[in-house]
């Protein structure tokens, strides 16, 4: 049975040290109760005390992690069904599948690799590479390092993997995979080479038979396919394994990889799989089209709810501003944002956007929880030297918030104050008419 964040503290050595990464050990065992850390970041905690904790400190889905030169993707540590509940925390990773045979192997990598898009303010990319070991791995390999640092899933027989894996020094990549046929030869190479390693069975009884031997042989960092036919049978086999995990299911506390590149309809499998349950997600080829969409799907599922998406505070050129052009001031919630920052794009018109930090509050709940206001708005318009981009100084506040126009004047006495519009809508037409 779970323990209480009590009961863990009072099996710690309660000395306060801070090296676990909290101020206090209380505060660390209630991590720990809400299955957010491993145990082993306690570095005093008794023997004793390791076997009593033994099952608050194991996370109901183990955290695995593949690392390559300096990166890393992770997956697992949920602890919820549904993100509403608390909040998902590791984001599955989006790997682009290719072919060791391919003649055009590096450029391939080489283009995956740079791609990056910026979203409110966050730069996307993909995560890593899932190598098809239909020609001499070992090569294969190199010849992606010359073009990506990424993680890599090694997927093939394993006398192919053996290859691959000795180009791998230093490395965690993830073996692909383990099923009823291979499953000694697998673990033993996973064992030697310290990686993770997928298990695949076509039910989840056949599943929890084959994690538990695999583990039973020392490899604890393991991956699940639970190998669905259709895009019904991912969702309900998904849905089923993270509901036993949570369930302290330990056979089946384990990451899930899918492969939407198998599916008739990539796009939909794809986003299904973000949203249900995936920790890692391998893509039939690189295709910008596709990856943006996900890329956002991602960022918004594993968002905290209690934290609204957020863009960093800048100064925002739009359509090409001139050092006459209009200063607009806005918070950095999202959609707030967008909204300002879309309708003046779409007329046209240049202009300066200054996004302050409102702890991602919209306009009104910002001023009303007292987060946006004339020192705040000063503040961002001094900390990021608007003054000095600028030929005339006017400011455009919202129009919510025109009782802040005479502080903002105090704030600034240089500058000219004007109030705009309630709406993003009536921007252009006030810009037109208001600021010429």
Known sequence: MALSGIQIYKLLPQTNCKECGFPTCLAFAMKLAAKQVELGACPYVSEESKKQLAESAAPPIRLVALKADGTEVKAGNEVCMFRHEKTFYNKPGLFIRVKASDPDLAKKVAEADAYKVNYVGMDFSIDGFAVLADADLGNAIKTIRTATKRPLILMGNPASLQTGLSACGGETPLLYAADASNADAMTDLAKTHKTALVVKADSLDALAD????????????????????????????????????????????????????????????????????????????????????????????????????????????????????PVLVTTNFSITYFAVANEVEGSGLPAWLVVTDAEGMSVLTAWAAGKFDAERIAKAIKGFDVASKVSRKRVVLPGHVAVLSGEVEEELPDWEVRVGPREAVDLPAFMKQALN
């Open 210 to 325: 084959l994690t538990q031997k695999i583990q039973a042989k020392g490899v604890e960092d393991l991956v699940l396919d639970p190998s669905p036919k259709t895009l019904s049978e991912s969702l309900i086999r998904n849905t089923q394994l993270r509901r036993l995990a949570l369930k302290n299911t330990r056979a089946l506390g384990y990451p899930i990889i899918a492969f939407p590149c198998d599916a008739k309809d990539e796009g939909i499998a794809a986003a299904q799989a973000i949203a249900k349950y995936a920790g890692f997600v391998v893509l039939s080829e690189f295709k910008p089209e596709l990856l943006y969409p996900l890329l956002v799907l991602r960022e918004n599922i594993y968002t905290d709810p209690q934290k609204p998406i957020q863009v960093q505070p800048g100064v925002y050129e739009i359509n090409a501003p001139k050092p006459e052009s």
